[in-house]
């Protein structure tokens, strides 16, 4: 499938394998889903990573954001969905195949 938002190569390429980390309890995929970069948008601006910091603070939420990845999920392949870079990390083969 191919992503026409976010077309931009994020810190992590499109096709890097990547879980879930820093959920939050109305999340539908947890920690450790499996999933796979599809799509990015960003770097965000210095001045829109201090909003993003501000926004996210009054959540309770710690965290910077420079990119918007869209991933597809392993449990629901060919449905992207956005998720902040703060919500995912890339995952190394040998993880993977455990």
Avoid: C, F
């Avoid at 191919?2 to 810190?11: S, T």
């Avoid at 990390?89 to 455990?98: A, D, L």
């Amino acid at each position: 499938m191919e992503i026409l938002v976010g077309n931009e190569e994020g810190r992590w390429p499109k096709g890097t394998r990547i879980k879930k980390v820093n959920t939050r309890p109305d999340d539908s995929h947890q920690d450790g889903a499996l999933g796979t970069i599809v799509g990015a948008l960003g770097p965000a601006s210095a001045s829109q990573r201090a909003e993003l910091i501000i926004e996210l603070a009054k959540q309770g939420i710690n965290g910077d954001i420079e990119y918007i990845y869209w991933v597809e999920w392993d449990d629901a392949p060919g449905i992207p969905v956005a998720i902040t870079d703060n919500r995912i990390e890339p995952i190394n083969k040998e993880e993977h195949s455990t």
